[in-house]
């Protein structure tokens, strides 16, 4: 085979690949808006659609360079910002890397969601995809990286895009509290269920499909590689659904399709970062274990009182750890300690910068615009407040009349009947 194939081989595929990235957007807006209530549905996929716009502005900008660019001191990038000429070759690269930037961008959407403002929330994805995502990128994936440089492993972006994007959202959600009633004042966490569960499978289906380009398509080459990194995904997304099944029998609990759809996800997180580097046998163990680590991460979150909506910080950012850390005990040769010891020191890496730098910027969104919805937004809900429209106008008729911030008692007849009482916010509307 000439060169010049192999290139264009290499260009349709990663090209391809990118595609089935970007369609994982879909996936996300499918999940997150489903497992909002009714009233802020159409918030939640307005955040997934706007945040790939903005992320990709400024990756394309300044976000690419920093990652990718000449990097003589190994921290960060000096070159290749807002490419307009090079190889044919490196926009394909480009386009591939964008897809990833916005991933990292919309795990925050889910989790922080119901409570922030659309604005302040785009001005967040603009940041963590041009400056956050991508400084932590150049250190892990740039070839002159620091942590490259000393080992660090992470295939397809367990750390760089999950972790990352899972110590953004815990940094939201410090900054905004969890919604109205979500805790009982002796702090017994309260549920809200979403409004439309066909969703959240349906979007389960498209981000297990858009995997296989993430996960597959980080080869950026047309090689034979490929199909192993393909099975692997696919068989730690389904030993993980398989664990979670087991252990709701075991504990007593109802199997939930929020809880499934969840599980297979972890599982497919837990194996990105080592997909290419351990066996099928292997990628099962970790979709096994990538469950638990999930179930104790929601666990962990409601004993401190931290609401994330959608359970995206267990998903990404635990079984994120799980699957960095695997790299070391599962890769091919056996169980590693001094790469074990690398990979923790990636993800430790990763929370020290992202969290504390996602802390500092939220807070001065907030300061600069205001972060959060005021309390009787939160109510009527965020597609009308925000947006000024519903997602299901045949009954939700009464908030399109009321005017946005008028006082409970000024509301017209119909309003109680689609605001969830504050006192137990169980509804689904």
Known sequence: MTPEVQVLLNTLWVVTAAILVFFMQAGFALVESGMVRAKNAVNVIMKNYCDMCVGALGFWAIGYGLMFGA??????GTTKFAPNSGEPFEFSLLFFQMMFAA???TIVSGALAERIRFN???VGSFLITTFVYSLYGSWAWNENGWLKQIGFIDFAGS???HTVGACCALAGLAALGPRTGRFAKDGTPRPIPGHNLPFVALGGFVLWLGWFGFN???????DLSIGKIALNTHMAGCAAAVSALLLCGLLGRPVLLTTMVNASLAGLVAVTAGCAFVTPGSAVVIGLIAAPVMMLGEAFLDAFKIDDAVGAIPVHGFCGVWGTVAVGVFKEGGADVKQICVQLLGSATAFLFVFPTAYVMYRAIGAWMKLRVASVDEQRGLDFTEHGEVGYPEFQEGLLHGGTSAAPAARPAAAPAVRPSVAAPVGRN
Not at 71 to 76: A, I, K, Q, R
Not at 216 to 222: H, I, L, R
């Open 120 to 122: 302040a929330y785009l």
């Open 71 to 76: 990097n003589p001191t190994g921290w960060f």
């Open 159 to 161: 750390t760089v895009v």
């Open 216 to 222: 597959a398509g980080s080869t950026t080459a047309a």
């Open 103 to 105: 991933t990292a961008a």
